[in-house]
């Protein structure tokens, strides 16, 4: 089945240790996403991927990075983790379709910083 | 930029009973209105959408409604059944930004048997 996986999807860190997390796709979907989601809130856009095209949100730390080596992966690196980057990360997918673009999301990955 | 603002923030209904949630957005631009049902620990996961040019669409107890001039979409829920306890998220986008979405603040449903 065509799909959006995320690996791991429960990460635990210490602070301030490098961590990767990494999103792959079998949609054949040209744009990617990052968003992250803490407890009771709607999911925040960190970046985004057009292609091989990177689009970083405003307001996104300069602690959040990303890699997209290929069509199918995608890579979170968040360079010095602090407690409050523990959140759930999740990835989606889309490509437009009629006009629009309807995002498939990733069961996401629980990050815990201790 | 777009701004999506939701209401109720909570939602409580007795089965059987019907629950609506309104979404107000902002950018005349956007175009496709997407509503997800997010249940605990799991992804959002999209139950219904709409475009611009349609003012409403239905699916089974599901039914979305548009007023592009008014510029709000509602998400009706009717015979409300136990699993349909979540969070529901609206959300906005528009074509030239690549999908990205705007998402409300979300309203947590709860049905009670």
């Known amino acids: 089945d065509a799909m959006v996986i995320q690996n791991p999807r429960y990460q635990v860190t210490q602070f301030g240790k490098p961590v990767t997390l990494s999103c792959s796709q079998t949609?054949?979907?040209?744009?990617m996403y990052w968003y992250q989601q803490k407890s009771s809130q709607a999911p925040k856009l960190l970046f985004h991927?057009?292609?091989?095209?990177?689009?970083n949100e405003a307001d996104t730390p300069d602690n959040f990075q990303s890699r997209r080596p290929n069509t199918s992966f995608c890579f979170l690196d968040i360079r010095s983790p602090g407690l409050g980057d523990a959140a759930m990360y999740l990835c989606a997918t889309s490509r437009r379709f009629r006009g629009s673009y309807e995002q498939y999301f990733g069961p996401g990955t629980r990050l815990t910083v201790t | 930029g777009e701004n999506v603002e939701q209401h109720p923030s909570t939602l409580s209904v007795q089965e059987g009973d019907s629950a609506v949630i309104k979404c107000t957005y902002s950018d005349s631009a956007s175009n496709y209105f997407p509503w997800y049902k997010q249940e605990l620990g799991k992804r959002p996961q999209l139950i219904i959408d709409?475009?611009?040019?349609?003012g409403e669409k239905k699916d089974q107890r599901i039914a979305v409604t548009l007023n592009k001039t008014a510029k709000h979409f509602s998400l009706h829920i009717t015979e409300t059944q136990p699993e349909d306890s979540a969070v529901y998220f609206c959300a906005a986008s528009r074509t030239d930004s690549w999908g990205k979405l705007q998402f409300g603040a979300g309203t947590q449903v709860v049905v009670t048997p």
């Open positions: 991927y057009y292609d091989k095209d990177f689009n």
């Open positions: 949609l054949n979907h040209n744009v």
């Open positions: 709409i475009r611009s040019n349609v």
